[in-house]
Each structure stands twice: as C-alpha cells, then as structure tokens.
T-cell receptor, first 115, second 115 residues
Framework: AQKVTQAQTEISVVEKEDVTLDCVYE???????LFWYKQPPSGELVFLIRRNSFDEQNEISGRYSWNFQKSTSSFNFTITASQVVDSAVYFC????????????FGQGTELSVKP | EADIYQTPRYLVIGTGKKITLECSQT?????MYWYQQDPGMELHLIHYSYGVNSTEKGDLSSESTVSRIRTEHFPLTLESARPSHTSQYLCASSPRQGAGDTEAFFGQGTRLTVV
C-alpha cells in the first residue's frame, strides 16, 4: 500500500524565519517518484520539484531546498528566509508505478507567513 | 505553463441536475486524474486513466463517472447532483512511465456548489 503523511496541518511563522515542512511516505516499490506542490489561495496546484527513488541528492533552488532520505522514508522541504508570498498549502505526493501508477497526496500543510 | 484546462471554474447547480465537468490537455499526456478536494484541504483521487478507453476508480468512492474517448479529453459526470457533491474538483495529467518527466500538471479546478 502507498501512503503519504504530512503530520503538520498548519504552520505559522514570521517573515524571514526558516521553516521545514515534513513528509513521510510508505511504498513497497523500489522505483517511485516524490513531488512537492504548492497551492496558493487561488486554488491551482503548482509543481515545485520531482525526485526519483534512485536519486537521494538534495536539491536547492533559491530559497527552497529539499532533503530526501530513503532510510527514513522522508522528503522534507525547507524554505529559507520565508516571505509572505510563500503563504500557501503545500502538498507532498508519491507516484509508484507498480502500485497502479496512482499519484497520491499527503494531507497538506498550510503555511502562513506573517509580516 | 501547463496546458490543461477545466471548465467551468465555478458552478452552482440545483439538486438532481446532471452535470459534466470538462477537462482537456494539449500535452499529449497518456495519464489523467480527477481529484476531489474539500475545504479541509486533503486531495482525494476519485478517478484516473492510463490512456484512451482506460478508466479506473481511485481511492475515494465517488458517485461520478468518467470517460476517456480521446487522449486530450477526460470529462467527469454526475448524473444527479446532491449537496454532498459540493467540493472542488481538480483534473491533472502526466506522461506515461518512461516518457521522461513524470510530474502531473493540474488544471485550475472547478468549484462545484449544489444547492
């Protein structure tokens, strides 16, 4: 079975603080993909990053960084020096082809960055 | 920018009406998905498709039905709308496995209200 857990329902920070959003996943497959999406108040989902199960290299893109650790089945997302525009709901997702190829999402973490 | 479109964006309809939510993509993606998202944020997979004439039910039971007669089109139909169907419906598409990038692209969603 596949499962994605985002234990943090809501996080509130003050602008310029660093914040980490946690994601823990479950899958029996050895080949899978992990994603992070951002959902601003307007409602659409915006793709942020993709990682495949064979690539544990961490990635940094501007103020965003991702830490993928297979040993703990985690794919955490850190925003450095947060800004008000980062306020959104963030979703972690898992795609595991041997489990029917379904893309499943975690519960989402609502991030509020206050000025 | 992703080329996946949903219409209508907003729909208010009376109980018992038949409705079809449209979703079209111009990226030639084989896989398409429908998600239901309630105000509690979580995205639930209700239908997906691997390609033409392929449809599968997702993890959340839904009274809606889908069809995939053309690659680019994946409409969702409710034969008799009820207030419990009030929600946001998000359509997504992604390439098949082995076709390079695997991330799903989302439409802007349809906010359905059944009164």
């Amino acid at each position: 079975a596949q499962k994605v857990t985002q234990a943090q329902t809501e996080i509130s920070v003050v602008e310029k603080e660093d914040v980490t959003l946690d994601c823990v996943y479950e899958t029996r497959d050895t080949t899978y993909y992990l994603f992070w999406y951002k959902q601003p108040p307007s409602g659409e989902l915006v793709f942020l990053i993709r990682r495949n199960s064979f690539d544990e290299q961490n990635e940094i893109s501007g103020r965003y960084s991702w830490n993928f650790q297979k040993s703990t089945s985690s794919f955490n997302f850190t925003i450095t020096a947060s800004q008000v525009v980062d306020s959104a709901v963030y979703f972690c997702a898992l795609l595991s082809y041997n489990q029917g190829g379904k893309l499943i999402f975690g519960q989402g973490t609502e991030l509020s960055v206050k000025p | 920018e992703a080329d996946i479109y949903q219409t209508p964006r907003y729909l208010v309809i009376g109980t018992g009406k038949k409705i079809t939510l449209e979703c079209s993509q111009t990226m030639g993606h084989d896989k398409m998905y429908w998600y239901q998202q309630d105000p509690g944020m979580e995205l639930h997979l209700i239908h997906y498709s691997y390609g033409v004439n392929s449809t599968e039910k997702g993890d959340l039971s839904s009274e809606s039905t889908v069809s995939r007669i053309r690659t680019e089109h994946f409409p969702l139909t409710l034969e008799s709308a009820r207030p419990s169907h009030t929600s946001q419906y998000l359509c997504a598409s992604s390439p098949r496995q082995g076709a390079g990038d695997t991330e799903a692209f989302f439409g802007q969603g349809t906010r359905l209200t059944v009164v």
